[in-house]
């Protein structure tokens, strides 16, 4: 929840800057998120904080992301977690443009009573891996939508497809 909350703040915090040459390359947005897989389907929000690579087609983001799990009648498991993601545009073109993405993970799980088996809480466990994935933005400069998917090899509970969509400002 931290993560998610640094996020957030640079995200309010970096408009507010004064300008310079560097501000075309930032970048930063919010989305609407689904692990496919996790807890038989947790959506959840996340932020992300990006800049992309002078003369080549690769962008860089932060990202943080709290999910709501649906755990039953006790309701206490909780999925969070950050991730580095590097995106590398197939078709560099300003309107629609489809990439690439990979990068390290990492899953905060609070697997809850129910999927430990136990009348108590079971262990939070973090863990951390690899994700690889497609995506495609769509827009023009100081504005795009982009929707990715992705595998991530994370125990979160479990190895998981994640799917986004959401809303870029800034290059």
Request: charged residues 15%.
């Amino acid at each position: 929840m931290r993560h998610l909350a640094c996020v957030v703040v640079l995200g309010l915090v970096l408009p507010l800057m004064p300008s310079s040459p560097a501000e075309a390359q930032l970048s930063y947005g919010g989305h609407v998120v689904e692990a496919r897989d996790a807890f038989g389907g947790a959506r959840g929000l996340g932020a992300r904080v990006g800049v992309s690579v002078p003369l080549l087609p690769l962008r860089a983001y932060g990202t943080a992301e709290y999910f709501r799990p649906d755990c039953g009648p006790l309701d206490r498991c909780g999925l969070s977690g950050v991730s580095l993601d590097v995106n590398y545009a197939i078709l560099p073109i300003p309107l629609l443009s489809p990439y690439l993405t990979g990068g390290v993970v990492a899953r905060r799980v609070h697997p809850g009573p129910a999927a430990a088996g136990l009348s108590g809480d079971g262990e939070a466990f973090t863990d951390r891996g690899v994700h690889l994935g497609v995506g495609v933005t769509a827009g023009v400069v100081g504005f795009r939508l982009f929707g990715e998917a992705r595998y991530e090899f994370v125990r979160a509970p479990e190895r998981q497809v994640v799917m986004r969509i959401g809303l870029l400002l800034g290059s």
